[in-house]
């Protein structure tokens, strides 16, 4: 039996933590190497790496994060049972040959997940045309992990977006509840 040493310990622990972190979760949140703010995407994890498909129509946006084939980019997931976040790991960006053998496997993975397509028997057809697909695999230790937390608050404000749904109350909302409750 061999004995391991405490960094190759720490070093299994991190990529076991990093890959059921991405497993159960069905978001992360990625940083491109452009900085700003983490945006969250839907993945699967396929074949050690955080799989995406974005940046066509009808799927999530992916523009703006610089996410381009051998980057590096920042990966946190949180915690299913809590909410918050678990595990922040750096990531290299690979973006398969569409139509090779490793983009069909990935796509297919993502095929399975993909909720409310509207042209789910076509999917692959159209991502190979107009879609990118990434595989985001660990390329380190994380850089945040229980034990190894920031102890400065990191929250950050929302990214300004045009879509609201607060709007003022129309005047006549109150009346028009006090009158349902009568009938």
Same mark, same amino acid.
């Given at each position: 039996?061999?004995? !391991? ?11 076991? /933590?990093?890959?059921?972190?991405? =497993? =159960?979760? %069905?978001?992360?949140?990625?940083? &491109?190497?452009?900085? &700003? $703010?983490?945006?969250? /995407? ?27 084939? &051998? ?8 915690? =299913?049972? =809590? ?14 040959? #569409?139509?090779?053998? %490793?983009?069909?496997? !990935? ?38 992990? $229980?034990?190894?937390? $920031? ?8 990214? $300004?977006?045009?879509? !609201? ?8 909302? #109150?009346? /028009? /509840?006090? &009158?349902?409750?009568?009938?």
């Amino acid at each position: 039996m061999t004995e !391991t040493t405490p960094g190759a310990s720490g070093a299994l622990f991190g990529r076991a /933590l990093i890959e059921e972190a991405a =497993k =159960k979760s %069905a978001l992360v949140w990625v940083r &491109g190497p452009r900085g &700003g $703010p983490a945006r969250a /995407l839907w993945h699967v994890w396929h074949d050690g790496a955080v799989c995406l498909v974005g940046d066509g129509p009808g799927e999530q946006p992916l523009e703006g994060l610089g996410l381009t084939d &051998g980057a590096a980019a920042t990966v946190s997931a949180r915690s =299913k049972d =809590k909410g918050g976040r678990l595990v922040v790991w750096p990531a290299r960006v690979r973006v398969p040959e #569409p139509g090779g053998e %490793a983009w069909t496997a !990935t796509a297919e993975e993502l095929k399975g997940k993909r909720l409310n397509a509207p042209d789910f028997e076509a999917l692959v057809d159209r991502w190979s045309r107009e879609c990118r697909i990434l595989r985001l695999a660990p390329d380190g230790e994380p850089v945040e992990a $229980p034990g190894a937390m $920031p102890s400065a608050a990191v929250a950050a404000p929302p990214v $300004p977006t045009p879509a !609201t749904t607060r709007r003022p109350v129309p005047a006549a909302l #109150p009346r /028009l /509840l006090r &009158g349902k409750r009568r009938a």
